[in-house]
């Protein structure tokens, strides 16, 4: 079993550079927190408590530490004056020719924050941060980075104390609000990873005042390392904060006994941003596993919403027998049913406890590598991630640091269509690893990175990787294989994150060029694959970034064939360069670019891309959608007739099992306050969400967020209606007194029904997607319509250099 080399070696006796790079110079074991000592005064030596377990961890141990604040600097002269005035604890030049020469270091945070201020007065730069210095926001980091230290070394994830918490409040609005004070927390269920859990509420005699007290004793003697919680900061947190702040409670967790500290805080899943009030609690760290399912769903794709239900049932995970009851009816449980709400609340936290245990593994094992804490390993992004082990290796070999690039990348990955329609048996050829790859066998490098820590972690990650995963096959023990796959998946979300390194615009590590270049061979490697492929009688429907979907020649059929006809792609591919077979599927919806169906043997559908299905479209048409397609790959043409005809019908006869099969959601892009400000200035015209989001946020008094999600509905009679002004929340329809626009959502089907014109001819199409008429409706003689198109790739290449 592998394990990472700076666990078992000493400092830079045995370990290779690239390893004491990836893990850091010193090899102490268990450290689970560091927390910046920040509420001393500021003149005093600055100082972190660093909070480690014990060798059976069984029990925390904790320790002060004294550090030095630094920044990296351009030019000396900017503190000059400072340093021969003693307010600098060292400057110590810099090996290298890189922009930022110098490494400057401060005992007290007073000096460190008064050096920043003058850097800033006296810099030429308009911009917020000057060009003139480089500098790590976080004091736990610099500490890490300075010390080489990494956490959780030596442990496994359950050897963390985990703990997961969950709130149920009763409250007589739509939505509680912590700020109502008839609304109250009357449930808070607990478990952790020790086999305990506890599930506090009000009784006789014990208030929420009472409760909140509680709650806060039961946290400081279970004294977890870990609070993990579904959406735990929205909500179980800062509502838990908001009260007991209107109770007077003290609602002191941190392990020091102190209030937990909240920042206004964002994060980025594909092209959605959410903000949220994060929480930092001393000693201990907070995991949100709704954040860990969006991110899941970046790649995945395919989550129909990220509710700690829908996730738990998604993985597999719900507690057999589970309790459900919806959150509109939580109150009246309380009131009616109280010990099956208590039974839910629980539930709750057993989920909440298995998705972490599913989901937390990778960033785990990140946090053993990175000079981050395992809580904020979880919250930054892959660039972030793999700039601060660059940084702290040069800081470690007192090497100047590089000033990102002013600019853009002009290249992306290839992706083409040459075929639409259905098609089958189909086979994904998938080039392993291509942009890593392709860095490792072009010598692809950042210009900044004079030490060549690039090549080498790339590749040392790389055989970490694969090593990894050879132990995986030979381990017997499910536990064993779960957590090699978790380390080699931490492994994986370094090695992917380079390339992104490269065209990040505001990594100090960014090279344009080289990501360009690397994105061009990248698409030359998959024209060279797409020109076998066919040489060898293939035929290839679509390409998309690092793969090929293709119809194998008539003579490979079954999976060892269509295997081994894959693998031997190989032999045309540059050196360095492996083709894998990564999947067989029966039939193929070809639709657009990055955007296809695809039916496995085992009768599952799988999508790509939101052309075919958004998540942000009604739930009937998203039904609608993958019913059509299912028929469309059994060449059905009669029941595609006739799904159209009965979901007309339903929406006729508002046929509906709830709101939820005809409302939308959706999520806020911007501020409240940006919108506005964009629709006065003409930029965007007034939007459903958003006018509905201002609704809410005067009704309820809770500040609406970017990120938050709307569920609606459109009203009236008309199905061109402007729908800001004919929209309602999804809470407000009555099924015995239906107020939906019917009109609309006819015509709404009939876009869900457009997006199969281009697989009949005009004719065909209107017969088969209109309602019964007098003669009824015959399937004989309509055919499913294939297409080929000519390749753009030269149109794509035209005027990018190499």
Not at 496 to 508: E, H, M, P, R
Not at 591 to 618: H, M, P, Q, V, W
Request: hydrophobic residues 35%; glycine residues 6%.
């Amino acid at each position: 079993m592998s394990s990472p080399p700076a666990v078992n070696t000493p400092a830079d006796a045995t370990q290779s550079a690239a390893d004491t790079a990836l893990f850091g110079k010193d090899p102490m074991p268990r450290l689970v927190d560091v927390h910046p000592m920040m509420d001393r005064p500021s003149d005093e030596p600055a100082r972190v408590r660093v909070y480690q377990r014990s060798e059976d961890f069984a029990s925390i141990h904790e320790q002060e530490d004294t550090f030095f604040p630094f920044f990296f600097l351009s030019d000396f002269s900017l503190l000059a004056d400072r340093y021969r005035n003693g307010d600098v604890h060292t400057a110590t030049p810099l090996n290298g020719d890189n922009f930022y020469q110098y490494l400057l270091t401060f005992e007290t945070w007073s000096d460190y924050w008064d050096a920043l201020r003058q850097v800033e007065h006296r810099s030429d730069s308009d911009q917020q941060a000057p060009d003139e210095l480089y500098r790590v926001g976080s004091p736990a980091q610099q500490y890490l980075m300075q010390t080489g230290r990494s956490c959780l070394l030596g442990m496994t994830l359950d050897d963390l104390h985990r703990l997961q918490l969950d709130i149920e409040v009763y409250s007589e609005g739509s939505f509680p609000n912590a700020d109502r004070p008839d609304d109250k927390v009357i449930i808070v269920a607990l478990s952790d990873n020790r086999g305990w859990d506890e599930v506090l509420h009000l009784r006789d005699g014990i208030g929420e005042e009472q409760l909140l007290q509680e709650l806060v004793y039961v946290l400081q003697e279970r004294d977890p390392d870990v609070i993990e919680g579904h959406n735990i900061f929205e909500f179980d947190l800062a509502y838990l904060l908001d009260r007991c702040a209107l109770h007077g409670v003290d609602f002191a967790i941190g392990r020091d006994g102190s209030v937990p500290r909240t920042y206004d805080s964002s994060m980025r899943f594909a092209e959605r941003t959410v903000d949220y009030p994060a929480v930092d609690i001393v000693g201990r760290h907070v995991i949100d596993t709704y954040f860990q399912v969006m991110s899941f769903d970046v790649f995945s794709r395919d989550l129909p919403d990220y509710s700690l239900k829908t996730a738990a049932r998604y993985f597999d995970l719900a507690p057999e027998e589970r309790t459900y009851i919806e959150g509109t009816e939580i109150a009246n449980a309380w009131r009616t049913d109280r010990a099956t709400l208590l039974e839910y609340a629980l539930d709750d936290v057993i989920e909440t406890k298995r998705l972490a245990g599913h989901l937390s593994g990778s960033t785990f094992y990140l946090a053993q590598m990175l000079p981050m804490t395992y809580g904020s390993s979880a919250r930054r992004g892959p660039a972030g991630k793999i700039e601060s082990l660059f940084v702290r290796e040069y800081l470690r070999r007192r090497h100047a640091l590089p000033r990102s690039e002013w600019g853009s990348q002009s290249m992306g990955g290839y992706t083409d269509i040459f075929i639409t329609g259905v098609l089958g048996p189909i086979v994904y050829a998938d080039v392993e690893s291509l942009y890593p790859s392709i860095m490792l066998n072009y010598d692809v490098q950042p210009s900044g990175d004079t030490l060549d820590l690039f090549p080498q972690l790339l590749e040392r990650l790389t055989d970490l990787r694969l090593e990894t995963k050879e132990d995986m096959k030979e381990a017997e023990e499910e536990e064993v294989r779960s957590e090699l796959d978790a380390r080699q998946s931490s492994y994986k979300v370094l090695i992917n994150s380079f390339y992104g390194l490269l065209g990040f615009g505001l990594s100090a590590f960014n090279d344009f060029e080289e990501a360009d270049r690397v994105a061009r061979t990248g698409q030359q490697i998959l024209r060279q694959l797409i020109d076998e492929i066919r040489a060898r009688g293939g035929t290839v429907i679509e390409v998309d970034t690092d793969g090929v979907l293709f119809v194998p020649p008539e003579d490979v059929r079954g999976e060892q064939a269509e295997i081994d006809y894959t693998v031997s792609l190989t032999e045309a591919m540059p050196e360095g360069i492996r083709v894998g077979f990564d999947g067989r599927f029966e039939k193929m919806l070809s639709y657009k670019k990055k955007n296809y169906a695809l039916l496995t043997y085992d009768d599952e559908l799988k999508f790509k891309g939101s052309s075919l299905i958004s998540r942000s479209n009604e739930p009937f048409g998203r039904d609608f959608v993958r019913k059509a397609i299912r028929r469309l790959l059994d060449h059905d043409v009669a029941g595609l007739h006739e799904l159209y005809v009965d979901t007309r019908d339903k929406i006729v006869n508002s046929d509906w099992e709830g709101v939820e099969r005809f409302a939308r959601t959706e999520t806020l892009k911007d501020t409240l306050e940006q919108y506005e400000a964009d629709v006065e200035a003409g930029q965007r015209p007034r939007a459903a969400t958003y006018e509905l989001a201002k609704e809410k946020q005067n009704r309820t008094g809770k500040p609406v967020k970017k990120g938050d999600r709307i569920t609606y509905y459109i009203t009236g009679d008309d199905a061109t209606v402007t729908a800001f002004k004919h929209c309602r929340r999804a809470e407000e329809w009555d099924p015995e007194d239906p107020d939906e626009n019917t009109a609309y959502y006819l015509k709404r089907l009939d876009e869900f029904a457009s997006k199969f014109e281009p697989f009949f001819d005009e004719a065909d199409f209107r017969l088969v997607f209109s309602p019964e008429d007098l003669f009824g409706f015959s399937a004989d003689g309509i055919e499913i319509q294939r297409e080929e198109h000519a390749s753009d790739y030269a149109e794509d290449q035209e005027d990018v250099p190499f």
